[in-house]
């Protein structure tokens, strides 16, 4: 059966004309004072409870602040860090970090902070380190000190909060609370700064179709004003002494609703002062003096207002079930795509645009999972021919190296050892070629590196010195083969050739569990160390021209695991050249396929 179709553009105009026209010549004469005057005389009380509403969510941002700030000052990692001494340098900024980073999770996991800071003579001035840890001289707030020595923590009221890098730094409201020692004394600071956006929030949403002049005031347990809550408002403003006057009245007079007068003007004044050391509210709404003279209409204002009601609900009951049902449908449709769920239904609708809208979003659809399909299928081959490509050229690599070793000690020693390094040999390419395999176990892997090694110290004996501490646990997870080598290769060339001399010349190699998912094998030497013209905190394989080796096993790591995973390389703590391999735990081949595939995707 055929369905006959309406235009959408058509039918909204006429409906929105019929509506509209009506609604509008109510509105010409109805006037706003004669609904400010029904709000105040019938729905006063609701304000009220309003009132207590917003109290009790506001109460809730501070004591999250409040709970938040006694956590930090009470905690023993803050405690100790401020009452140790610190002999070294390194001791010192390894204590700032640590404390950077402490505080930069609680900030992340409690997003009602706009900022935290924790003050105390152990801090020196650095500028640019860290941006939580301040010394003493750096306060902002000294001339209120004098408060914690009645209480142990106290409020600021609104102010710009202290922020170098911003020219126009946002109002935020400032909770301090001391921080004790063991012996009870005072050693530091909390500074919690609560955003005074957050609080406005809190009633901007209830009040954002709301075009009175309307004023919110919060004040604290102690009856001073802390801020004003003005969502959106740009006419009412109120100087000090209007605010001060607010602020007497609110503490005069009992909770309920009350008239007052300010610059001539009548306003509501609706009072809802603090009780249990809770914060209060006050809300002042201004009258209008035209709403006096329309009293008289009222009746009949009334008598239209309710038809016009009555129409616009037939209007809305209307467009909700016949337009707003289509567009859910479509929406639900969407979810299902980002849910990979790609099959719908043709759905035909009596709106024109609306059904060409579902059979356009199933072709959509249709086409769109094609697409994924061969783009995945596509990327895997590619991801597959890198991988090859990348691992066959290794091989090569390290066989001429090998065989140069060879010729070197054939004719430098002659041929009694090359029966010994010939049996390495073929213990490096045994593990190496793996039957065309590309992982191996970690055990197998740290025997090729034994195999190199013992080429090297033959070609060099006594020259330097090889250590392995691996975790036996660790040792039959799979990992990609000869990832190893190419760093030891690294190591004797770029490390130990020229300065032989030294007697504590050597090269280890251990573990490091991250999580039950991923641990670290570290390949630290004590030659040389990277050059001094690049930053040695921790760079990336490609950022050193140290042969292809070591870049080849990074871009092998990432394209096998992902991003997350690889090798970083950098200065040792005392000398030499530390390099980082970030493996995941592999059981099997399986659980290998696994996160492969995860990685491509």
């Given at each position: 059966m055929k369905i006959r179709q309406i235009r959408l553009k058509p039918l909204l105009f006429l409906l929105l004309i019929l509506t509209c026209s009506f609604f509008l010549l109510s509105v010409s004469i109805l006037n706003y004072q004669i609904v400010a005057k029904i709000i105040t005389r019938e729905i006063g009380g609701a304000k009220l409870e309003l009132l207590y509403n917003y109290q009790s969510r506001i109460m809730s941002l501070i004591e999250n602040i409040e709970s938040t700030a006694l956590n930090v000052s009470s905690h023993d990692r803050l405690r100790e860090a401020l009452e140790n001494d610190y002999s070294s340098t390194y001791q010192y900024f390894t204590m700032r970090n640590n404390l950077e980073d402490w505080l930069n999770g609680i900030m992340f996991s409690n997003s009602k902070i706009s900022s935290i800071y924790i003050y105390s003579d152990k801090f020196k001035?650095?500028?640019?380190?860290?941006?939580?840890?301040?010394?003493?001289?750096?306060?902002?707030?000294?001339?209120?000190?004098?408060?914690?020595?009645?209480?142990?923590?106290?409020?600021?009221?609104?102010?710009?909060?202290?922020?170098?890098?911003?020219?126009?730094?946002?109002?935020?409201?400032?909770?301090?609370?001391?921080?004790?020692?063991?012996?009870?004394?005072?050693?530091?600071?909390?500074?919690?700064?609560?955003?005074?956006?957050?609080?406005?929030?809190?009633?901007?949403?209830?009040?954002?179709?709301?075009?009175?002049?309307?004023?919110?005031?919060?004040?604290?347990?102690?009856?001073?004003?802390?801020?004003?809550?003005?969502?959106?408002?740009?006419?009412?403003?109120?100087?000090?002494?209007?605010?001060?006057?607010?602020?007497?009245?609110?503490?005069?007079?009992?909770?309920?609703?009350?008239?007052?007068?300010?610059?001539?003007?009548?306003?509501?004044?609706?009072?809802?002062?603090?009780?249990?050391?809770?914060?209060?509210?006050?809300?002042?709404?201004?009258?209008?003096?035209?709403?006096?003279?329309?009293?008289?209409?009222?009746?009949?204002?009334?008598?239209?207002?309710?038809?016009?009601?009555?129409?616009?609900?037939?209007?809305?009951?209307?467009?909700?079930?016949?337009?707003?049902?289509?567009?859910?449908?479509?929406?639900?449709?969407?979810?299902?795509?980002?849910?990979?769920?790609?099959?719908?239904?043709?759905?035909?609708?009596?709106?024109?645009?609306?059904?060409?809208?579902?059979?356009?979003?199933?072709?959509?659809?249709?086409?769109?999972?094609?697409?994924?399909?061969?783009?995945?299928?596509?990327?895997?081959?590619?991801?597959?021919?890198?991988?090859?490509?990348?691992?066959?050229?290794?091989?090569?690599?390290?066989?001429?190296?090998?065989?140069?070793?060879?010729?070197?000690?054939?004719?430098?020693?002659?041929?009694?050892?090359?029966?010994?390094?010939?049996?390495?040999?073929?213990?490096?390419?045994r593990i190496g070629l793996n039957k065309g395999h590309s992982f191996v176990t970690l055990k197998e892997e740290l025997e090729h590196s034994l195999a190199y090694m013992d080429i090297q110290q033959i070609r060099f004996p006594d020259q330097f010195s090889y250590e392995e501490s691996v975790d036996d646990d660790l040792k039959q997870h799979l990992v990609p083969k000869v990832i190893l080598q190419p760093f030891i290769e690294n190591a004797i060339k770029h490390g130990f050739i020229g300065s032989f001399s030294r007697k504590d010349a050597a090269i280890r190699i251990y573990s490091k569990r991250l999580n039950p998912s991923a641990y670290q094998i570290i390949v630290e030497d004590t030659g040389k160390g990277l050059p001094e013209t690049l930053p040695t905190d921790s760079l990336q394989p490609n950022a050193l021209s140290s042969g292809y080796g070591v870049a080849n096993v990074d871009e092998r790591i990432r394209l096998y695991f992902g991003s997350g995973y690889g090798i970083k390389m950098r200065n040792g703590p005392v000398r030499g050249t530390q390099v980082i391999l970030t493996l995941p735990i592999i059981h099997n081949e399986t659980e290998r396929s696994l996160i492969y595939e995860s990685a491509i995707s």
């Open positions: 001035p650095r500028p640019q380190v860290g941006k939580h840890l301040k010394p003493l001289d750096s306060i902002q707030w000294k001339d209120q000190m004098h408060r914690l020595d009645s209480v142990n923590a106290f409020w600021i009221q609104s102010h710009p909060e202290d922020s170098a890098s911003s020219q126009n730094p946002k109002q935020v409201l400032t909770y301090i609370t001391q921080i004790y020692g063991l012996k009870g004394e005072t050693i530091g600071y909390v500074e919690v700064n609560l955003d005074a956006d957050l609080l406005t929030t809190v009633i901007a949403s209830d009040t954002k179709q709301n075009r009175t002049n309307q004023a919110f005031f919060l004040l604290d347990s102690e009856g001073r004003l802390m801020t004003d809550l003005n969502p959106g408002q740009t006419e009412y403003r109120m100087n000090n002494e209007k605010q001060d006057y607010i602020v007497h009245l609110s503490q005069q007079l009992e909770q309920g609703i009350y008239h007052l007068t300010l610059d001539g003007k009548l306003s509501l004044f609706i009072n809802y002062p603090n009780k249990y050391s809770n914060w209060g509210l006050v809300e002042i709404i201004p009258f209008d003096s035209m709403f006096q003279t329309l009293f008289e209409f009222r009746h009949h204002v009334i008598l239209i207002g309710i038809s016009g009601l009555a129409i616009i609900f037939l209007a809305a009951t209307f467009l909700s079930g016949r337009l707003i049902s289509p567009v859910r449908k479509i929406l639900a449709g969407f979810k299902s795509i980002e849910a990979g769920i790609y099959a719908a239904k043709p759905e035909k609708h009596i709106v024109f645009e609306f059904n060409q809208l579902h059979v356009g979003f199933n072709k959509m659809a249709e086409r769109l999972q094609a697409h994924i399909q061969n783009l995945h299928k596509q990327h895997a081959l590619i991801r597959e021919a890198e991988l090859r490509a990348l691992q066959n050229q290794i091989n090569p690599h390290f066989l001429y190296n090998t065989l140069d070793i060879i010729n070197c000690m054939a004719a430098e020693k002659g041929i009694t050892e090359i029966s010994l390094v010939a049996n390495r040999l073929a213990n490096l390419f």
